[in-house]
């Protein structure tokens, strides 16, 4: 497996779905579930996550048909911040699209801020094995976070 490619790819895949605002499959597999995908010739893309201001999901990457890696995420709004939820989201979405493309993060760049909000990444590993935590605070107190743990798939 080229690390290269799959990240390059990833970093792709995850700009063109959720981060980028792509269009949820109209009907998915599993009900309940949205499911974003984005396909690059053998590579094949899949984020499903179900809940809204708690919420749990999967990004799993075939390559031609095969299952090679895999991240799973949870988490969500604070109790109580869940009206934040939908500038929260839209803010989240930024920081993600404003990682840095020499390294492999699952999520965004170790720190992003922009207006009242600030995100906060850490992650441990790289993309063969990789686990991190991620914050957004509004005027610098916490509402929202997911823990991501992940990596490549062996057979």
């Known amino acids: 497996m080229d690390l290269n490619k799959l990240k390059e790819f990833v970093d792709k895949a995850a700009a063109a779905t959720y981060a980028g605002g792509g269009k949820e499959e109209e009907n998915p597999p599993r009900p309940g579930f949205k499911e974003l995908v984005y396909i690059d ?13 708690r919420s749990r999901g999967m990004e799993v990457v075939r390559y031609k048909g095969t299952p090679v890696w895999s991240t799973s995420y949870g988490g969500g709004m604070i109790k109580d911040k869940e009206n934040l939820a939908k500038q929260t989201f839209d803010f989240l979405k930024k920081a993600m699209q404003a990682k840095d493309p020499n390294i492999f993060s699952a999520r965004g760049q170790s720190d992003f801020r922009e207006d009242k909000y600030e995100y906060k990444y850490s992650q441990d590993g790289n993309i063969e094995e990789f686990n991190g935590y991620e914050e957004i605070y509004y005027q610098g107190e916490l509402v929202f976070f997911h823990r991501i743990i992940g990596g490549v798939i062996n057979y």
């Open 41 to 53: 010739g053998d590579w094949n893309y899949r984020d499903s996550y179900i809940g809204f201001t």
